[in-house]
Nanobody, 118 residues
Framework: QVRLVESAGGLVQAGGSLRVSCTASERTFIPYTTAWFRQAPGKERELVATINWSSGSTSYADSVKGRFTISRDNATNTVYLQMNSLKHEDTALYLC???????????WGQGTQVTVSS
């Protein structure tokens, strides 16, 4: 079973930046779409950003548009989430997920905690 492994998150002050990454355990795993979700305590899981592996097209939640950037490195099978102008409300467990074409998101990482101090 393919595993997705996120890099460590961290604690950052409001207005700061942080980049997290997600790498598949198998280099031959090529998803159709990779996404970052986040879940804050007491809140529903939110889809933050997606990237299509072949075309590179991206999409973002309105709450992060203009501040977050999702990108991929085909050579290392890694997806990045660059987070700028962080706000306290961005504090959450960030989860990497992937899906194959015509399937739901059924590959998940364990999550990485991002905490933004106000």
């Amino acid at each position: 079973q393919v595993r997705l492994v996120e890099s460590a998150g961290g604690l950052v002050q409001a207005g700061g930046s942080l980049r997290v990454s997600c790498t598949a355990s198998e280099r031959t795993f090529i998803p159709y779409t990779t996404a970052w979700f986040r879940q804050a305590p007491g809140k529903e899981r939110e889809l933050v950003a997606t990237i299509n592996w072949s075309s590179g097209s991206t999409s973002y939640a309105d709450s992060v548009k203009g501040r977050f950037t999702i990108s991929r490195d085909n050579a290392t099978n890694t997806v990045y989430l660059q987070m700028n102008s962080l706000k306290h409300e961005d504090t959450a467990l960030y989860l990497c997920s992937a899906r194959l074409r015509h399937q739901t998101y059924n590959y998940w990482g364990q999550g990485t905690q991002v905490t933004v101090s106000s």
